[in-house]
């Protein structure tokens, strides 16, 4: 079969073409081959590919879109929706990426897939408004939502930290914000499983396992990092802060765990072999792999 990624270049592409199982033809498109906001182009090179499954994996980071909405809305809103037709068109699958940011964060309760929405940023209302674009466009159409992505590429908190431990005396991460680091090797099997399995149309939510703060996830990364040897003992502390206190500038839902169970049972019955990590876990061998 043969599987085209758009946004190939970025974080999850890369990730993407690290896990690329045998026996799948993959093609990795970055913007500079497949601009995503360009229908004419999207409908171009979809017919020139003719992939079996379309994965869109093109990203724009939270902050970006809140400076640049109408950027967002073209990235979010319009670029699915010219994947969606194109596939559409040439009968075709799109696996198309969502977040947990399509809700209000105002829960305590892991997410299930058909709760309110109800985003609280540009970035979530783009994503929430792409999610009924591909919808409206296409009858095959599978939306993973996922959360707090991180990996060994592009620029991603787990990066960030350890960058800032390695220059500061001290950090101070947000203890009020509760959701799931998700290294993007998981995530990227699940996907590939997807792809490979006829995937069911639908929504399904995908994280690794567990709960935790940013606050939570920063001093793990700082334990793992050292004990891994990426960083010494004398590196920065991390000290807990409320978001009321942190001067940023974009709304980030305090509660987003999401319910995975329909993608965990799927995975029992079409993918037994592709392993669900806990969030602990998956840092742990995401750091390893940067020795």
Not at 93 to 101: A, C, E, M, V
Not at 143 to 154: D, E, I
Not at 220 to 226: L, P, S, T, W
Request: one cysteine or more; aromatic letters at 8%; charged letters at 20%.
């Amino acid at each position: 079969m043969k599987v085209l990624v758009a946004g190939g270049q970025g974080q999850l592409g890369r990730q993407l073409q690290e896990v690329h199982p045998h026996g799948v033809q993959g093609e990795f498109r970055g913007r500079d081959q497949l601009d995503i906001t360009d229908a004419t182009n999207v409908r171009e090179v979809v017919g020139e590919a003719r992939p079996d499954v379309l994965i869109n994996a093109a990203v724009m980071p939270v902050e970006a879109c809140e400076s640049n909405p109408d950027v967002a809305r073209q990235i979010n809103v319009v670029g699915p929706r010219n994947l969606a037709e194109a596939c559409r068109d040439f009968n075709v699958h799109l696996i198309h990426l969502s977040t947990d940011y399509v809700f209000n964060g105002r829960g305590c309760l892991p997410y299930q897939i058909d709760d309110p929405t109800g985003p609280i940023q540009a970035y979530g209302r783009s994503k929430l408004e792409g999610e009924q674009a591909v919808f409206g466009a296409h009858d095959r159409v599978t939306v993973v939502r996922t959360a707090w992505l991180y990996s060994k590429f592009g620029t991603n908190f787990m990066r960030t930290m350890l960058r800032l431990m390695g220059e500061r005396d001290k950090l101070t991460v947000i203890d009020d914000q509760v959701g799931t680091p998700t290294w993007a090797k998981p995530l990227a099997e699940f996907l590939w499983a997807m792809a490979r399995s006829s995937a069911p149309t639908g929504i399904f939510h995908w994280t690794d396992a567990g709960v935790a703060s940013w606050y939570d996830f920063a001093v793990a990364i700082r334990g793992e990092a050292v004990r891994a040897g990426l960083l010494d003992s004398s590196a920065a502390r991390v000290l807990p802060i409320s978001t009321a206190e942190y001067s940023g500038t974009t709304n980030r839902p305090h509660f987003s765990v999401l319910d995975k169970s329909k993608a965990w049972a799927w995975l029992r019955e079409q993918a037994p072999d592709v392993r669900v990590r806990h969030w602990t876990e998956s840092l742990q061998e995401a750091l390893t792999s940067l020795t």
